[in-house]
């Protein structure tokens, strides 16, 4: 398995906005699909409503996505910890 960050465009409500989601899938076509089901679940968006721009992967200890730093926590305490900045807004 390895982590992907995918960028796109997708209905949410009344407007479209652009959104950056990190999975964890074995391909690029399997975080796509991912991507799909996760929004299509959530915004109740069709697959032809979202607009997918690229798809990259990762490393992992860049994310801040729950689901990816719980499936690669081994590696992450192995590596050293995050190397995410801890950014306050």
């Given at each position: 398995?390895?982590?992907?960050?995918?960028?796109?465009?997708?209905?949410?409500?009344?407007?479209?906005?652009?959104?950056?989601?990190?999975?964890v899938a074995t391909s690029k076509?399997?975080?796509?699909?991912?991507?799909?089901?996760?929004?299509?679940?959530?915004?109740?968006?069709?697959?032809?409503?979202?607009?997918?721009?690229?798809?990259?992967?990762?490393?992992?200890?860049?994310?801040?996505?729950?689901?990816?730093?719980?499936?690669?926590?081994?590696?992450?305490?192995?590596?050293?910890?995050?190397?995410?900045?801890?950014?306050?807004?």
């Open positions: 398995m390895k982590a992907f960050r995918v960028d796109g465009q997708s209905p949410f409500g009344s407007m479209r906005q652009k959104f950056s989601l990190d999975v076509d399997d975080a796509e699909h991912r991507v799909y089901s996760i929004l299509g679940s959530r915004h109740k968006a069709s697959r032809r409503a979202i607009v997918i721009k690229s798809v990259n992967e990762i490393d992992p200890r860049t994310s801040t996505e729950p689901a990816v730093l719980h499936h690669f926590r081994e590696e992450i305490a192995a590596a050293g910890g995050k190397i995410a900045p801890t950014a306050e807004e």
